[in-house]
């Protein structure tokens, strides 16, 4: 298992990876409201195609990025959504709430 991060490649583009579970959820939370607050992008989009595994912590940090965005006047889109979270988001009604790329 990998240690989970969240970073800005460049402008406006995040990558989310690791395994998202209770243990990383409060570091990974600080950091990717930062990122999403300095950001000089208009637009961000999420990257989770390097997440290995994730709980329900990763579906609440989606959650949270999003108000985060929204707060900052920013649009926020996710791209590959891993199954894990795709079934917890569809199973806890939240599936179309998500902002999800084709």
Same mark, same amino acid.
């Not at 579970?21 to 195609?49: F, H, K, M, N, V």
């Not at 609440?60 to 985060?68: N, Q, T, V």
């Given at each position: 298992?990998?240690?989970?991060? #969240?970073?800005?490649?460049?402008?406006?583009? $995040?990558?989310?990876?690791?395994?998202?579970?209770?243990?990383?959820?409060?570091?990974?939370?600080?950091? @990717?409201?930062? *990122? #999403?607050?300095?950001?000089?992008?208009?637009?961000?989009?999420?990257?989770?195609? @390097?997440? !290995?595994?994730?709980?329900?912590? @990763?579906?609440?940090? *989606?959650?949270?990025?999003?108000?985060?965005?929204?707060?900052? @006047?920013? !649009?926020?889109?996710?791209?590959? $959504?891993?199954?894990?979270?795709?079934?917890?988001?569809?199973?806890?009604?939240? $599936? !179309?709430? *998500?902002? *999800?790329?084709?």
């Amino acid at each position: 298992m990998s240690q989970a991060s #969240i970073s800005e490649r460049v402008a406006g583009q $995040l990558q989310l990876s690791g395994v998202l579970d209770y243990s990383a959820g409060p570091q990974l939370r600080e950091q @990717g409201a930062r *990122l #999403i607050a300095t950001s000089g992008a208009t637009s961000l989009a999420l990257d989770c195609s @390097g997440v !290995e595994k994730s709980s329900s912590v @990763g579906l609440a940090l *989606l959650l949270a990025f999003m108000r985060d965005a929204r707060k900052a @006047g920013r !649009e926020l889109t996710i791209s590959a $959504l891993p199954d894990d979270m795709r079934e917890i988001a569809q199973v806890s009604g939240l $599936l !179309e709430l *998500l902002p *999800l790329q084709p």
